[in-house]
């Protein structure tokens, strides 16, 4: 523990002041549990690897918004919703043509995520068909932003959803403009599966934050992917590539690491605040990979990742640093043919899941977040003219 041994005061009971919250309950939450010295993560009692080799995305997002698998009905409605919804307005994809086509596609997702807002009539948060039709636009409406913004960056214009495609292969369709070969669909659902949720990360504490100030679910869902955005959460998956491009070749693992270590750099894709061995989804996207490896040809970034990943176990695993799910996903959206920045887009399309079923759960027993800080400025002073200072 770091925990410095500050005291709060101000506060109606001192308490000690923790950097980061490490350990500090912020909420109580039946969505998801993280056993961190084990590697074990379940969704509402759920082992993640089940969900992964069996479930859909669509259906584990139903399990974590609503709690509970759904019936055969439950998940064709959840999908017939879903797919009808999939389109966004001309509108939205008239603000996206005004987008700098160099601009990162996780502002061009914010801002469009923000713009729904616009569109749907606010705040009926105790109305359960505002709740309901919330979550199917956001889940319907975000991969299809990402795959526009991709299109319309490159001079093209975006292609509508087609409904006789299943989620996944969809965004892959109205992606690449191909229909997606389906173990690649199949590889690629398992993997928005094994992104949907994780417990009280920082951007689901940005959402829930949000959420308690009782505004409208776009503003909770942008908020969450502006959170997500930053190297140290989600957008640590699309600078592993381009750490592992540094290092070049398997024999230049060693001396890279070391001299990263020495400089005090961050290994990214690596560490994590919950996990003090390797997270399991970093082990369930190494089978994924190698699946992919098998059908349409092998990486050599893939023997790379692995090489650091033993270097750094001599090195960082000591320390309780092991490689944490965005060491491995970019390997496999690469093989998919997914450029590197829209990595931490597909993130978010997955942790939309998350978010809502936080937002949802925020909602049923909320009180606004309100934390006390510990003021460290100037005592009271006087106020003097701008001549006399
Ligand atoms: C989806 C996700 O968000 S998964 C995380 C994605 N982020 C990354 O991969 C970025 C790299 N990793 C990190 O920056 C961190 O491990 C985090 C942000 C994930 C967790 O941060 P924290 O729990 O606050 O750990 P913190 O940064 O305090 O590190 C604790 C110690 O481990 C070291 N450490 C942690 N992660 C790493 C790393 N990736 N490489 C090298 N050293 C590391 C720190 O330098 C620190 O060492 P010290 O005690 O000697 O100063
Ligand atoms: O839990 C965290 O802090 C980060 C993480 O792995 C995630 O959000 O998936």
Redesign the pocket.
């Known amino acids: 523990m770091?925990w410095r041994s500050l005291v709060v005061t101000g506060a109606a009971t001192p308490a000690p002041f923790r950097p980061?919250l490490?350990g500090v309950p912020a909420t109580q939450s039946s969505i998801c549990d993280i056993d961190g010295q084990r590697g074990v993560l379940t969704y509402r009692g759920y082992p993640l690897d089940q969900l992964a080799s069996s479930s859909s995305f669509l259906e584990t997002a139903y399990l974590l918004i609503w709690g509970e698998l759904p019936t055969t009905e439950q998940l064709q409605e959840f999908e017939q919703e879903v797919q009808m919804h999939r389109r966004v307005s001309f509108r939205i994809r008239d603000m996206m043509k005004c987008f700098p086509s160099g601009g990162h596609p996780m502002d061009a997702l914010q801002s469009s995520a923000a713009s729904l807002g616009l569109f749907y009539s606010r705040r009926a948060l105790d109305n359960p068909e505002y709740i309901v039709s919330a979550v199917v636009r956001l889940i319907a409406k975000i991969p299809t932003m990402v795959a526009a913004f991709q299109l319309i960056r490159k001079g093209q214009d975006p292609i509508q959803p087609r409904d006789d495609l299943a989620y996944a292969a969809n965004f892959l369709y109205m992606l690449t403009e191909r229909e997606p070969d389906p173990l690649a669909a199949r590889i690629f659902d398992a993997c928005l599966i094994l992104h949907a949720e994780h417990s009280l990360?920082a951007s689901t504490f940005s959402a829930r934050v949000t959420a308690s100030t009782l505004t409208d679910p776009y503003a909770v869902v942008a908020s969450a992917v502006g959170t997500l955005a930053g190297?140290?959460?989600?957008g640590?998956n699309e600078d592993v590539l381009e750490m592992l491009g540094q290092i070049g070749s398997p024999d230049q693992v060693a001396p890279w690491l070391d001299r990263a270590?020495a400089g005090?750099q961050?290994?990214?894709?690596?560490?994590?605040?919950e996990y003090k061995v390797k997270d399991p989804r970093a082990v369930i996207l190494q089978t994924l990979a190698e699946q992919l490896f098998d059908q349409f040809g092998h990486d050599p970034m893939y023997d790379l990742a692995r090489k650091l990943e033993e270097v750094a176990a001599e090195r960082?695993g000591p320390?309780g640093?092991f490689p944490?799910?965005?060491f491995y996903s970019g390997l496999v959206y690469r093989k998919l043919g997914i450029p590197e920045d829209l990595f931490t887009p597909i993130f978010a399309i997955a942790r939309t899941a998350g978010w809502l079923a936080h937002w949802k759960e925020q909602l049923g027993a909320n009180r606004i977040y309100r934390p006390s800080q510990i003021y460290t400025g100037q005592p009271s002073r006087d106020w003097q003219p701008v001549g006399a200072r």
Do not use: Q, S, Y
């Open positions: 770091r980061g490490e990360n190297p140290l959460h989600g640590a270590i005090k961050k290994i990214m894709g690596f560490g994590h605040r960082l320390k640093i944490n799910v965005d």
